[in-house]
């Protein structure tokens, strides 16, 4: 090999060099910029609350973190919040687990677990409808809370309460000057503020909006049969017992409560009626 050959040949090895490397830096720096914009369109996402002057967006501000009910157990959780009992125990269909306690460091507070779902679901896998928090949870832990428009427990008075709200829809004082002051727009749609006797400031905060998600998905029915269902079993005669719930239905024996699919058997079929209520009759 020439000389000039082997020079000319190396040359042209360094471009390819110098052009590989080039590619790498562009790969990298395009790489880092979908990072970057992946980590942004997420953020924009899910962005974090913001408190509301509405009483009626069941907020609270807790420890400087804003809380919108109901909302996702695994959001809560992802918080900090540990749940103090079995997450993984399953909870029926329109069932609430009420009043449950939840710990994050020092703090401690009750929360309402509710499953909007058509099939049992663990509790992991349900929503935070409610909560209840109170000043000496929040003095223990050195912590803070509040509602929209500056309302907060051991600071707002009852007169500071209706100013910002209005009226309430319910309010009461009892023997001891404890008072409680609710606000509310349906069933199981409530915040409840609780007046302290003798300081005569906030103590107590209940929230509670039990109204399924506008964006909730059910799930598909589940098409196991529930532990309860494979357990039962008829009665071989009706009951002395008024207690035992043994009944006999056109010469069917059951034990009440009794899964639906049993009456089926017996030639019962469910007939949707113009109601919220469902009426079985007898076919055959």
């Avoid at 309430?168 to 006797?197: A, L, R, V, W």
């Avoid at 003798?198 to 209940?206: G, M, P, R, V, Y």
């Amino acid at each position: 090999m020439s000389k000039t050959y082997f020079i000319v040949v190396m040359a042209i090895l360094a471009v390819f060099s110098i052009n590989g490397c080039s590619n790498k830096v562009k790969t990298a720096e395009a790489d880092k910029e979908t990072e970057e914009y992946t980590a942004e369109e997420n953020t924009k996402m899910a962005p974090a609350p913001v408190l509301s002057d509405d009483i009626y967006s069941f907020q609270l501000k807790l420890n400087g973190k804003v809380y919108q009910f109901p909302m996702k157990y695994t959001e809560f959780a992802a918080n900090g919040w540990v749940y103090d009992g079995d997450e993984s125990e399953h909870l029926d269909s329109g069932y609430i687990a009420g009043t449950r306690v939840f710990a994050k460091e020092e703090l401690e507070v009750y929360a309402d677990i509710i499953n909007f779902d058509i099939n049992a679901k663990p509790r992991s896998e349900c929503y935070i409808a409610g909560i209840s928090v109170d000043n000496y949870q929040l003095d223990k832990a050195g912590a803070s809370a509040g509602t929209a428009k500056g309302i907060k427990i051991g600071k707002s008075t009852a007169a500071e309460i209706r100013a910002a709200y209005g009226t309430p829809g319910y309010e009461n004082t009892d023997d001891s000057g404890f008072t409680s002051i609710e606000y509310h727009i349906g069933m199981y749609q409530s915040i409840k503020f609780s007046i302290d006797s003798e300081s005569k400031k906030l103590s107590k905060i209940q929230i509670q909006n039990y109204a399924e998600p506008e964006d909730f998905i059910p799930g598909e029915v589940s098409a196991e049969v529930p532990e309860a269902v494979g357990r039962y079993e008829a009665p071989d005669a009706v009951s002395n017992e008024f207690a035992d719930f043994t009944v006999n239905y056109s010469g069917a024996l059951y034990r009440l409560p009794a899964p639906v699919s049993v009456f089926e058997a017996n030639g019962w079929k469910i007939v949707e009626g113009s109601s919220d209520m469902q009426a079985a009759v007898m076919v055959g």
